[in-house]
């Protein structure tokens, strides 16, 4: 196994990093990382490369499984450990059909930390997750739906609000926040997500008691990504108002809003789903297969964009925060930036 140091930062001994570091303290011991920060499971994007690289800069890196099959994910974490010998997660999609066998792969190779996306883990699945030893992280869209989480026995929580790329759900990162963290902050590591770009933000939530954050779109033009030029260019001329929720255009398709950049793409969604519409009219369909066309086909459109380049008919699904990226970079420089920017901001609060 190939071993990477993390870059060595200068020693950090103002008001403001002493007090980031013991708001991150909960964070970093649960995640086994220098900073409590995790680079949020992108589809495509989310591999190797930019896991081992944030993981070695202190941070947290998460492969995205997505539609992986178990042999592909046995493959990709076993290339993510010759990269990097810190700890990373795996994302799983509770909808999954292989969910148990993804799970046994994950444990097989002792990964220690375990995402799971999509809904209301299947019966089963926490109980199997830990009995490899790893710890489950799962995200509740509301609060009841977290207090059902931790009476299953999840280990974390990640709460992300509708600014966030990717599949969303309708209430913002700030409400949620102040509706959960209250609640439940006290009894597990909570971890706050959606349209966070800058340090000043994340040292809000760790104060308002999250043991840390998770962050996507901040980290797409990072130099490690494999991302296609083309998609990072997408990212660095856009604007927060360029990041736009799908609509859905018939209530009985189980469609989750998905966030990405306005394009021809979304007009291809519509027409996908207005065709996936008429199969159910016509009896060609059940239900459960409108929803797994419809999941395959932002697979398709996702990898169109992020490895094909095709960022007019692909799916360039971003974050809110997307304005605030303006440039490729190395990741740990975004790590360090995000870092510096919440210990001044807090230097200047004790102020």
Known sequence: MTTIEAPTRPAADSIGHDRLRRLMARGTAFLGSEVAIMAGAMSWVSERHLVSAMSNAGGFGVIACGAMTPELLDAEIAATKALTARPFGV???????????????????GVGH????????????????????????????????????????????VIEGMEAGGHIGPVSTSVLAQEMLPEIATQLPVFVAGGIGRGEAMAGYLEMGAAGVQLGTRFVCATECIAHPNFKKAFIRASARDAIASVQIDPRLPVIPVR????????????????????????????????????????GALRRAVI???????????????????REEPLADILNTLVDEGAHALERRAG
């Not at 509740?140 to 989480?149: D, M, Q, S």
């Not at 929803?291 to 395959?296: A, F, G, K, N």
């Not at 094909?308 to 303006?326: I, K």
């Open 114 to 157: 375990v995402v799971l996306a999509g809904g209301l883990p299947p019966a089963g699945a926490i109980d199997r997750i830990k009995a490899t030893g790893a710890k489950v992280i799962c995200f509740p869209p509301t609060l009841a739906f977290a207090k059902k989480l931790i009476r299953s026995g999840v280990d974390a929580l």
């Open 308 to 326: 094909e380049g095709d960022v007019e008919h692909g799916s360039v699904m971003a974050g809110q925060s997307v304005g605030m990226v303006t």
């Open 260 to 299: 990405a950049l306005k394009n021809a793409g979304g007009e291809l969604f519509t027409a996908k789903q207005r065709e996936v519409a008429r199969s159910l009219d016509e009896g060609q369909i059940a239900m459960a297969e409108a929803q797994l066309q419809i999941e395959h086909y932002w697979a």
């Open 91 to 109: 994302n799983l999609i509770t909808m999954h059909p292989m969910l148990p066998e993804l799970i046994d792969v994950a444990g097989r190779h």
